[in-house]
């Protein structure tokens, strides 16, 4: 009985070890293989207006900035105020001053799995600067901007400046081949550089206006510049209808790789050792030959022994 209950232990305990020793490799080697996959869903902006730009002030030899902006929005948002005002410290008595005016302002940002977008339309506005508050800046009737990013796709920016445009009252015409240059005397210079666009292979940006501006307002009897509203000089660049787009990862390029393991094509043996022959190896092999090896000895020894007890 003793050795009865001593042989059946020994022989099971060799073959659960040696098939756990066995599957132990392969699961392992599984698990350190394995990818993580990482998504990317694309990103959009638009704005209608954004200003960079340095104000000197009459009674102080300092600058003051004024950077604001107009319906900047990033997906998924929109909006369209078509309004916006301003206010700097030592200009205009501290009072709030129009920027920029119009019937429609909007912006709109979009992203999905499979596109992103940024559009923007502007129509009927008037951009004002500080110091010239009753003399617009730059008039016009259209623009837009879009830009288009589908997955797997190449990226699309278009701008259009449509209709009339006027800078510091003078009624101008645009050219898509290069920038325009506006001098008055005894209000400033601006330079407008029209619809400009960019794309890339997954980007994409498209601008209708950018305005680069040396203003200075016209002089009064005592001093260059309004004494009311405290402006000598306004100096810097806007951008007017802005959009932008990144395009969502292409799900054909990056599906992740397959963490199924592989199918067992080991050749299979007699009954009893089937699965246990393989052809190459690695670096777990003899470790795992080693073990089974030694189990197997230890088998045989305690049979051996259980036979000698039982004579």
Known sequence: ?????????????ATVATASALAAGPAALAGAGAAHATTDHGRAS?????????????????NV???????????????SKTALTAELDGVAGGKPFAVLGADVAAARATVSASRAEGSVRLAHAKLHVPGLPLLSLVEVETVTAQATCEA??????????????????KRVTLTAGGPTEVK???????????????????????????????????????????????VAEVEGT????????????????????STDPAPDVRPQGAPGVAGLAETGGSSTTPY????ALALVVAGGGALVLAR????
Request: aromatic share 0%; hydrophobic share 40%; glycine share 8%.
């Open 184 to 230: 008055v005397p005894g209000a400033g210079e601006v330079r407008l550089d029209l619809s400009q666009r960019q794309t890339t292979s997954r980007t994409a940006a498209a601008t209708a206006l950018e305005l680069k501006v040396s203003v200075n307002p016209p002089p009064s009897s005592t001093s260059r510049g309004d004494p009311q509203l405290n």
């Open 152 to 169: 797997g796709k190449q990226p699309v920016a278009s701008s259009n400046v449509l209709g009339a445009v006027t800078v510091l009252g």
């Open 65 to 79: 900035p004024l950077a604001v902006s107009l319906n900047e929005v990033q997906a998924p948002q929109s909006a």
């Open 238 to 257: 806007l951008t007017l209808a802005r959009a932008t787009c990144e395009s969502p990862a292409d799900p054909a390029k990056s599906a992740p790789p």
């Open 1 to 13: 009985m003793n050795g009865n209950h001593f042989r059946m232990p020994a022989r099971r305990l």
């Open 308 to 311: 000698r007890r039982r004579g």
């Open 288 to 291: 795992i030959a080693g073990g």
């Open 46 to 62: 638009a704005v209608v207006l954004r200003t960079g730009l340095d104000v000197s002030l009459l009674n102080k030899s300092v």
